[in-house]
């Protein structure tokens, strides 16, 4: 039996399909595994937020969205993009299915303690540069393995100067920098983004745990395995254009030339070109684009949409150029339409669909179909992780994915005139 059900919670996300909600579902596949989910956590005892619910959602945009996430928790789940949650202060990390058996059955985990590396990064972002920047720059700095056997601790001035959905985004992808957990200290901003949330602690019980909160973060001199530092001042919009997140520039530069680089990142880089046909040394801006994507748990947030949205208001997407918007949960969803977000979408001629993964990953109907090259606001670019074997994903912000989509190509976002109207 799970041995603590009220401290356990479930949603679907990778496999829901966004574009209907009518059951039964097409794919017999997803059918059965929805309909064993929803037999499972009822025969457990487990609160379960499918659609009938209002708040289903990608797992990692609803813990806290919920309340349910908080500094100082130890928080598992069976998706290595768990360490989303470390942006509230909380320990948070993936985990296999044998594992997620063991915590359901004893509520215990044995791991190897990690070193912890402080990313500090100092500056004002310029406009156009956003979080999605900064965790893609550190990953193109450290590498993929960079930070295996590391927790991340994210400080600095920028960091501190983020929104609550703006560290959850460079958590979120510490997973690709090789990283177990992403962390932020628990501070101000994390106190008001908790406070009135559903699942949140209220009256004093919320001041007793608020006082705890602010023993969990790091002190002033604690010490680190490593430090790796980033001036974001000088930070541009980045692309990942190859076929790990690593594999990232600045979307004013131009592909690596195989020969100009270290020896041991040349074959990392040959392989890309072979799979992705580009032409080394051209501009990163020549790169057209079939597919956009807004969506999954590193960028579906309502910040996320509203920054996307200023870049199509008034604007409409490229002829050829299939574009979606994939909000992370019903709550995000009902938000944006309160704030008609989703018609300025709409009439831009991009999809509105329903919450979950989508085209972050192929286990549900959005999937890239034969070679197509797709803009997207997700987390990897790994060969066909957007469910073609063939597709080529091009990770960047919201932001740059809506400029993508008006302009049939990778764009810099820096030269295009945001709408002012919303």
Same mark, same amino acid.
């Given at each position: 039996?799970?041995?603590?059900?009220?401290?356990?919670?479930?949603?679907?996300?990778?496999?829901?399909?966004?574009?209907?909600?009518?059951?039964?579902?097409?794919?017999?596949?997803?059918?059965?595994?929805?309909?064993?989910?929803?037999?499972?956590?009822?025969?457990?005892?487990?609160?379960?937020?499918?659609?009938?619910?209002?708040?289903?959602?990608?797992?990692?945009?609803?813990?806290?969205?919920?309340?349910?996430?908080?500094?100082?928790?130890?928080?598992?789940?069976?998706?290595?993009?768990?360490?989303?949650?470390?942006?509230?202060?909380?320990?948070?990390?993936?985990?296999?299915?044998?594992?997620?058996?063991?915590?359901?059955?004893?509520?215990?985990?044995?791991?190897?303690?990690?070193?912890?590396?402080?990313?500090?990064?100092?500056?004002?972002?310029?406009?156009?540069?956003?979080?999605?920047?900064?965790?893609?720059?550190?990953? /193109?700095?450290?590498?993929?393995?960079?930070?295996?056997?590391?927790?991340?601790?994210?400080?600095? @001035?920028?960091?501190?100067?983020? &929104?609550?959905?703006?560290?959850?985004?460079?958590?979120?992808?510490?997973?690709?920098?090789?990283?177990?957990?992403?962390?932020?200290?628990?501070?101000?901003?994390?106190?008001?983004?908790?406070?009135?949330?559903?699942?949140?602690?209220?009256?004093?019980?919320?001041?007793?745990?608020?006082?705890?909160?602010?023993?969990?973060?790091?002190?002033?001199?604690? @010490?680190?395995?490593?430090?790796?530092?980033?001036?974001?001042?000088?930070?541009?919009?980045?692309?990942?254009?190859?076929?790990?997140?690593?594999?990232?520039?600045?979307?004013?530069?131009?592909?690596?030339?195989?020969?100009?680089?270290?020896?041991?990142?040349?074959?990392?880089?040959?392989?890309?070109?072979?799979?992705?046909?580009?032409?080394?040394? &051209?501009?990163?801006?020549?790169?057209?684009?079939?597919?956009?994507?807004?969506?999954?748990?590193?960028? @579906?947030?309502?910040?996320?949409?509203?920054?996307?949205?200023?870049?199509?208001?008034?604007?409409?997407? /490229?002829?050829?150029?299939?574009?979606?918007?994939?909000?992370?949960?019903?709550?995000?969803?009902?938000?944006?339409?309160?704030?008609?977000?989703?018609?300025?979408?709409?009439?831009?001629?991009?999809?509105?669909?329903?919450?979950?993964?989508?085209?972050? !990953?192929?286990?549900?109907?959005?999937?890239?179909?034969?070679?197509?090259?797709?803009?997207?606001?997700?987390?990897?670019?790994?060969?066909?992780?957007?469910?073609?074997?063939?597709?080529?994903? !091009?990770?960047?912000?919201?932001?740059?994915?809506?400029?993508?989509?008006?302009?049939?190509?990778?764009?810099?976002?820096?030269?295009?005139?945001?709408?002012?109207?919303?």
């Amino acid at each position: 039996k799970v041995a603590h059900p009220e401290r356990t919670f479930a949603t679907v996300d990778h496999i829901v399909p966004t574009d209907t909600r009518k059951r039964p579902y097409d794919d017999q596949l997803i059918e059965t595994m929805m309909s064993s989910l929803e037999r499972n956590t009822k025969e457990a005892g487990i609160r379960f937020f499918n659609i009938e619910s209002g708040r289903q959602g990608i797992v990692h945009i609803l813990g806290p969205e919920l309340g349910l996430s908080r500094p100082g928790m130890t928080i598992a789940c069976g998706d290595s993009h768990t360490a989303t949650h470390g942006g509230l202060g909380a320990v948070a990390f993936g985990i296999g299915t044998s594992q997620v058996r063991d915590i359901l059955a004893t509520q215990t985990l044995a791991l190897d303690p990690l070193k912890v590396r402080r990313i500090e990064v100092s500056g004002k972002l310029s406009p156009g540069v956003y979080a999605k920047d900064v965790i893609l720059k550190v990953i /193109a700095d450290l590498g993929v393995r960079g930070g295996l056997g590391f927790a991340y601790e994210y400080g600095g @001035s920028t960091v501190d100067a983020m &929104s609550m959905e703006e560290r959850f985004t460079i958590c979120n992808m510490s997973i690709e920098g090789g990283a177990r957990v992403g962390y932020v200290n628990p501070d101000s901003v994390t106190e008001e983004y908790i406070a009135g949330r559903p699942f949140a602690p209220k009256g004093k019980d919320f001041e007793t745990e608020r006082e705890y909160w602010r023993t969990v973060a790091s002190d002033r001199d604690a @010490s680190y395995g490593d430090v790796y530092e980033l001036d974001a001042s000088k930070l541009a919009p980045m692309v990942a254009w190859g076929i790990t997140p690593g594999q990232g520039v600045p979307v004013d530069g131009r592909l690596p030339v195989p020969e100009h680089l270290p020896q041991e990142e040349r074959a990392g880089v040959e392989a890309a070109y072979r799979h992705t046909g580009y032409e080394p040394g &051209s501009p990163v801006t020549d790169i057209p684009i079939d597919v956009a994507f807004v969506g999954s748990c590193t960028n @579906s947030r309502i910040s996320d949409l509203r920054e996307a949205a200023r870049f199509v208001q008034g604007r409409r997407v /490229a002829d050829g150029v299939k574009a979606m918007v994939v909000p992370g949960s019903m709550s995000v969803a009902a938000q944006a339409a309160d704030e008609g977000l989703d018609v300025i979408f709409r009439e831009a001629g991009f999809e509105w669909r329903g919450a979950g993964c989508s085209l972050c !990953l192929g286990m549900n109907p959005d999937k890239l179909s034969g070679r197509q090259i797709c803009a997207s606001s997700s987390n990897r670019n790994y060969i066909g992780r957007q469910g073609s074997p063939d597709g080529r994903t !091009l990770l960047m912000s919201p932001a740059m994915v809506a400029a993508a989509a008006v302009n049939g190509r990778v764009t810099d976002i820096r030269t295009q005139n945001p709408g002012d109207r919303l």
